[in-house]
């Protein structure tokens, strides 16, 4: 079992690596389609193999939009990996729309407060629009993803295609 959720969890950072070149119009080229494939992560492996994900797939996005906040994008993943982490534990329990909306308020609001005080109101304001759309869209693609990776997971194991 260990194993493939190892697999999966690299492939999940393999598909975050692809949605990060898939930007959102921002002030910084790091929003992107990177956390959907966190957030199924999250949903299908847990909330520990999801914030892995989430903070490598950040980085990588980060890495394709040319670093704009140089290091600075070491908290964001770390920000990442917790809304992620935390998305995971509300799937889990069954409280799928309340991680849905925990993400998308806490990746469009929480997520970018330290840089309110870096960077100034402005950037904050600029910031926010950009955040909101990336957060609902990574949100609905994990949403419809999900249950869809999931049956194929599923039907791959008992054909024996997939290791335990």
Do not use: C
Request: charged residues 10%.
């Amino acid at each position: 079992m260990k194993n493939k959720k190892m697999m999966l969890a690299a492939l999940f950072i393999a598909f975050s690596a692809i949605g990060a070149a898939v930007k959102i119009p921002a002030v910084i080229g790091s929003v992107a389609l990177d956390s959907f494939p966190a957030l199924a992560a999250a949903a299908l492996l847990g909330g520990g193999a999801g914030s892995i994900v989430a903070g490598l797939g950040h980085l990588l996005s980060a890495l394709v939009g040319g670093m704009p906040l140089g290091p600075l994008h070491f908290l964001v993943a770390a920000e990442m990996a917790v809304l992620v982490w935390v998305y995971g534990k509300l799937w889990g329990s069954g409280r799928r729309k309340m991680a849905f909306v925990i993400f998308a308020a806490g990746n469009t609001f929480a997520a970018p407060l330290p840089f309110l005080f870096l960077m100034g109101t402005g950037f904050y304001i600029a910031i926010v629009p950009s955040l909101l759309i990336g957060s609902v869209l990574n949100g609905i693609l994990a949403f419809w993803a999900v249950p869809r990776i999931s049956r194929v997971l599923g039907e791959r194991q008992r054909e024996g295609n997939v290791p335990e």
